[in-house]
């Protein structure tokens, strides 16, 4: 893991989907280019991870522990990393939040700003400095086909990830100047725990204080919608990954980067329910 010849790549969130298929993906690259740190908030659940990783794990691949949420986890792992130097951050953790607005109390709500947003935003601020003084450095961000297009009852999660692609319009050109790139991924639905997850809180929700009308559109109308696109347009986190390792080899990445076209062309058609 000493070999200075590797390039440093941070992901955040690598318990499941997205971002442990995106680790084991650069772990296991045939030339040997990438020492990943793989992070979650809860080692725990490396399991799944350490197994796909197999070889790798200890070689290419090494685990630290870092919540997005919490300024002081952020800046722990970042200190355990020698000289602090990270080449490439991928900012993949995330959580999604679906359902009629008025049965969703703020805090719920915070909580998706603070982890899709803020979250983003805290790893950047740690590891952008010394990108800048390095003139050198490529940062990625896991946004979505929602950070793009609205889709119905996901008024705050494609929220969080709109205001992602600002930020990230924003700050992608003053990093410009400094030899660092800025990149997002689009993706369209894909099959991991986030998908799971959401259909687990439909099923344990009540949704108080929205209206019987609400609650029929939003469970008989959308859901089955929402569970048909999955079907039919979902990808694996293994496309999604592929896609990562693209932005990671390319040197002038371009600034956005949909996983698949076809969610695209249905979401900005205008297609009711
Ligand atoms: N699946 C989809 O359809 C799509 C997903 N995306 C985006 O892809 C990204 C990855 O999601 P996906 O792989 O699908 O979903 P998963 O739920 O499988 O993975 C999300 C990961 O984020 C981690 N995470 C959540 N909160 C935190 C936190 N505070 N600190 C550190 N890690 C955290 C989870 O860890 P833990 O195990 O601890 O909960 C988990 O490892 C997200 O940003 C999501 O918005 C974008 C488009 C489509
Ligand atoms: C129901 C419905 C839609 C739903 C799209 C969905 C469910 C997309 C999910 C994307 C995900 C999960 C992104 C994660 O970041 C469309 C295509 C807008 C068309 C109108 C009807």
């Given at each position: 893991l000493d070999n200075p010849n590797l390039k440093v790549v941070l992901i955040t969130g690598c318990s499941s989907g997205i971002g442990l298929r995106i680790a084991v993906m650069l772990a296991k690259d045939e030339q040997k280019r990438y020492h990943v740190i793989a992070t979650m908030r809860d080692l725990k659940r490396?399991?799944?991870?350490?197994?796909?990783?197999?070889?790798?794990?200890?070689?290419?691949l090494s685990l630290a522990v870092l919540d997005v949420c919490s300024d002081e986890s952020v800046k722990q792992c970042i200190d355990g990393i020698k000289d602090r130097h990270v080449d490439i951050l991928i900012n993949n953790a995330g959580i999604g939040l679906v359902g009629p607005l008025e049965s969703i109390p703020i805090e719920e709500m915070k909580k998706v700003f603070e982890t899709n947003f803020f979250g983003v935003i805290r790893m950047i601020k740690e590891v952008m400095p010394d990108m800048k003084k390095r003139r050198g450095g490529h940062i990625i961000v896991v946004s979505s086909v929602m950070g793009l297009q609205g889709v119905v009852f996901n008024d705050v999660y494609a929220a969080s990830k709109f205001a992602m692609e600002g930020f990230c319009e924003s700050l992608a050109v003053q990093l410009l100047k400094f030899n660092v790139t800025l990149s997002m991924i689009e993706p369209g639905p894909v099959h991991t725990e986030f998908e799971a997850k959401m259909i687990q809180d439909v099923r344990q929700k009540e949704y108080p204080g929205a209206d019987p009308d609400t609650i029929h559109y939003f469970k008989n109308v959308y859901l089955p919608s929402s569970v048909d696109i999955f079907e039919v347009l979902g990808q694996t986190p293994d496309d999604i990954a592929r896609v990562s390792t693209v932005h990671c080899v390319t040197l002038g990445p371009s600034l956005c980067l949909k996983s698949t076209c076809i969610i695209c062309e249905f979401v900005f058609s205008p297609v009711g329910l």
């Open positions: 490396k399991d799944k991870l350490v197994e796909a990783a197999g070889d790798a794990y200890g070689k290419t």
